[in-house]
């Protein structure tokens, strides 16, 4: 059983300390994110690799759940995805209401904090990996947080015309040069897109356009089309910056989870 333990217990076991072969490095050893992008066989882009929010693009401290003194790899988005839009999101009433509402609950239906998965948009911005795996005909994302998953199609088929209501939708691509243009539908009607919750509804229409300028950072400029939550079509840019030398391992937030209960009072 002591054997057992040891051998579960190292951190070899579970590759978060595993070199990553083949990746352009400086003279030191160190990733060099400023070389320029890998290629797949067809010349397109690789998007494949595990990524994070940019450094760049993380919020101050203080915001949301994210003190001071702790350094977690979330974006500003992660606590306001508007927050770089002058005036905020264009909220429909009802959506302004309903954001002042969580707001003085302090996230209590936060889907999040319930252990329940995360949409994809909401993913980009938080302290989470999220990991890229590219063919020639699918992309497939894998979210470590709840072993979550989304599928990018990129052989030409269509959108589905009555789409099961989906976490993440239903995607479909294609290539305009290097940039990836994603269009996405089907989504659920109670999804939240930040610590705020800003609504995602079932009415969504959403586009990512997702290029890799150098080898280490992915720009997602995604523009949220939603005329039941928001009173015309936004745009925000959600960067991020490839992480090496470790591998995705577990994370399944209901597994013993006590926080949410006891921060309540509750047993």
């Keep these: 059983m002591l054997a057992a333990l040891a051998a579960s217990s190292g951190v070899g076991a579970q590759w978060v300390k595993y070199r990553t072969p083949d990746i352009p490095r400086t003279a030191d050893g160190a990733p060099n994110l400023s070389a320029p992008p890998p290629q797949t066989r ?50 429909q009433p009802w959506a302004a209401d309903l954001i002042k509402k969580n707001m003085a609950e302090n996230g209590l239906n936060d889907p999040h904090g319930l252990c329940l998965p995360d949409t994809f948009l909401r993913a980009y911005g938080m302290p989470h990996i999220l990991k890229f795996v590219q063919t020639p005909r699918l992309i497939v994302g894998l979210l470590e947080y709840n072993a979550n998953y989304r599928q990018i199609f990129i052989d030409g088929r269509a959108l589905p015309d009555d789409p099961n209501p989906a976490w993440n939708g239903y995607s479909v691509g294609r290539w305009e040069g290097d940039t990836l243009v994603v269009d996405s539908v089907g989504f659920r009607d109670d999804l939240w897109l930040d610590l705020r919750g800003s609504p995602l509804t079932n009415a969504a229409k959403v586009r990512e356009r997702i290029s890799r300028p150098d080898f280490g950072h992915l720009n997602v400029e995604v ?35 006590k926080f949410m209960r006891r921060s309540r009072g509750l047993p």
């Excluded at 928001?230 to 391992?249: A, F, K």
Aim: proline share 8%; hydrophobic share 35%; glycine share 12%.
């Design 223 to 257: 523009t949220v089309d939603d005329a039941k939550a928001y009173t015309r079509p936004w745009t925000v840019t959600l960067r991020q910056e490839i992480l090496v030398d470790t591998e995705v391992i577990d994370e399944i937030c209901l597994e013993n989870e």
């Design 42 to 91: 067809d010349g397109k882009p690789d998007l494949s690799g595990m990524w994070i929010p940019a450094t760049g693009n993380r919020g101050a401290c203080g915001q949301g759940l994210v003190p001071c003194g702790i350094e977690l790899p979330v974006s500003r988005e992660f606590s306001n995805m508007g927050a770089s839009l002058p005036g905020g999101l264009p909220y």
